[in-house]
Structure formats: structure tokens, C-alpha cells
């Protein structure tokens, strides 16, 4: 298993823990390119400055990484990001690469978390031993190394931290069963705001139903929703137009669990007298879109428990 440790900007973990914040977005200043040192779902802590004390100041869990114009990132977290404003997080962005201020609306690399927790000061652990000033962003170590070790075991007490000062919302106080390992290629539970921005990337910022573009109209819909004992996973999630979404969850659209096309139910022309365009997609048995990826593919067990449990088939 592997964990990251990043080092972090003091304003930006300070701003947060006062706030309590349990699922932030870690800013790069430059877009365009994906987080891969390790897998979501993998532990990812922050260090501090030397400056600042050179201490584990905090860490949560990896939803995922996507980039994203800063306005959508701001849209999407608000001061989650670390800011109090819009404008102070172009500010900041300015300080870490000045070639990004004349950018309307710059590009910029989105690492989320969730279930992100701090230490209290005075009870921020050392830096790894083997931590170097040479370090710029951040160091990925593996738990069987004597350091990775070591960086287990401040996770392990964040973690006994949680329990003892569990959040509001109960997100990290209920963690229960494996936390260190995971199948490569199973969904990941991520956070609320994460799965909005995972399942637009998943998608080619694109509907599934209709191949429409227009982003401000498209919502990262759940298959089954986290009211009805779903979960926040890019398997459980499309990405559909407004109003698609609306008919979705209402039950007068559908997807096939096996075929993945589109299904429409008779009770949106009996009780609205229109929806020929969902009609005619469906007669064309015309397929609704998947992500690249594997692992980002709806689940038949979510798509079946949505046709049983919400399409209105009569």
C-alpha cells in the first residue's frame, strides 16, 4: 500500500481546519496533467512548510484527480479550495506561477479528498525521517519501507483521531473494514463534491443520453441515490443534461442493465403528451455513453436497481 505526502501552503491547511472541512480540494497551480502518484482511495497527508515548523499538519483519503478551470473548481468547492473568495484563490494561484495572472480563467489541477482531518497544534507529528529540503511538492512512500512505515503509523493516529473527535457529518468516525487495501480496479467511494467532478470527467463533460456539451446544463446524476443506500462512486453516476436528470429520477427515463440503451417509459407521453426525442432514441436502440474506463462504468447492479426500483415500465 501506498501513501503521498504533500507539502502544503500554511494559509491554505489553516484556513481549513478552522473551517472543519472534510472534503477539500488540494490545488495545483497548473492543469492539464492527472495526479497518479498513488491510486484513489490511498491515504494522502500534508506537510508543512519548513517555515512553518516542517510537521504532518493533517490528511485524508484520495477521491481522485481532474483538472479544471478554476471558476468550476471554485463552483464545484467554494472555500473548500482553501480561499475565502474567488478572487483570493486567483491570487494565490498568482503567487505560485505568475504566468497564470493574465488567464481569464486559468486551468488548474484539482486533487480531492475526502474525510480530511487535522492535528491539533502541538500534536503535529515530525516529517518523514528520510525527508529531504530538496522536496518541492510532495513524496509518495510505500508502507513496507522503514519510512512509509513510519508515515503509516501518523495515519493510523489521524485515523484513532477521527474516532475520538469524529465530524459533524460522521464521514470518518464510521470508517469500517479494510482502510489500507482495495482491488485495483474497484470503485472507489469518493466525496459528494469529488463525484460531481469525477463523473463530468468520466464522461467527456458530454450527456450520456443526448452527447450534449454544455456544461453549465450537465449534473453528475446517481443511478441509485445516497438517500436510498447508494454511494458516492463514478460507477453509481451519469452525466446527463438537466432535464434528463429530472426525467431520470423520476422514473420516465431509464438505461438497460445489460443492453445500455436507453429506456423510455409509456407514462411520459400519456402524462405529458411529448419526449419524442427520448422516443426515437429509443426505438434506434441507440446506446447510451460509457466512460473509458472500466472501473468508471455504471454498475448493472446500481442500473438494475433503478429499473426495478424507480423506471415506471407502465
Known amino acids: 500500500m501506498r501513501a503521498y505526502v504533500a507539502v502544503t501552503d500554511g494559509d491554505w491547511y489553516r484556513y481549513l481546519a478552522r473551517r472543519g472541512a472534510a472534503e477539500v480540494n488540494f490545488w495545483l497551480p497548473s492543469g492539464g496533467r492527472r495526479f497518479c502518484a498513488v491510486e484513489p482511495g490511498s491515504p494522502f497527508l500534508f506537510k508543512s512548510h519548513y517555515r512553518d515548523g516542517n510537521r504532518i499538519v493533517g490528511g485524508g483519503f484520495l477521491s481522485g484527480s481532474v483538472s479544471l478551470p478554476m471558476s468550476q473548481a471554485w463552483e464545484f468547492f467554494g472555500p473548500d479550495n482553501g480561499c475565502s473568495s474567488l478572487a483570493e484563490m486567483r491570487t494565490r494561484i498568482g503567487k505560485y506561477d505568475r504566468n497564470r495572472t493574465n488567464e481569464a480563467d486559468p486551468e488548474i489541477g484539482c486533487v480531492m479528498l475526502r474525510d480530511v482531518h487535522f492535528f491539533p497544534n502541538g500534536e503535529q507529528p515530525e516529517a518523514p525521517p528520510d525527508w529531504s529540503p530538496s522536496i518541492v511538492q510532495g513524496k509518495g512512500y510505500d508502507f513496507a519501507s522503514a519510512s512509509g512505515s513510519y508515515v503509516e503509523q501518523v495515519f493510523a493516529a489521524l485515523l484513532a483521531s477521527y474516532r475520538e473527535n469524529p465530524l459533524d457529518d460522521g464521514g470518518p468516525g464510521v470508517v469500517t473494514g479494510e482502510v489500507f487495501g482495495r482491488p485495483a ?29 454544455i456544461v453549465p446544463v450537465l449534473q453528475a446524476a446517481h443511478i441509485r441515490p445516497v438517500t436510498r443506500e447508494g454511494v458516492n462512486q463514478v460507477d453509481n453516476g451519469l452525466l446527463l443534461r438537466s432535464d434528463v436528470h429530472t426525467l431520470f429520477d423520476r422514473g420516465y427515463l431509464g438505461v438497460h442493465p445489460t443492453e445500455r ?12 403528451g411529448n419526449g419524442e426525442e427520448f422516443y426515437a432514441r429509443a426505438r434506434a436502440r441507440e446506446a447510451v455513453a460509457s466512460p473509458a474506463r472500466r472501473a468508471d462504468r455504471p454498475n448493472a447492479e446500481f442500473l438494475q436497481w433503478h429499473a426495478d426500483a424507480v423506471f415506471l415500465a407502465s
Open 185 to 213: 480496479l474497484r470503485a472507489v467511494r469518493v466525496g459528494q463534491t469529488a463525484f460531481k467532478a469525477l463523473v463530468q470527467e468520466a464522461y467527456g463533460r458530454r450527456c450520456a443520453v443526448t452527447g450534449d456539451r
Open 261 to 272: 440503451v436507453l429506456m423510455v417509459s409509456p407514462r411520459l407521453r400519456e402524462e405529458y
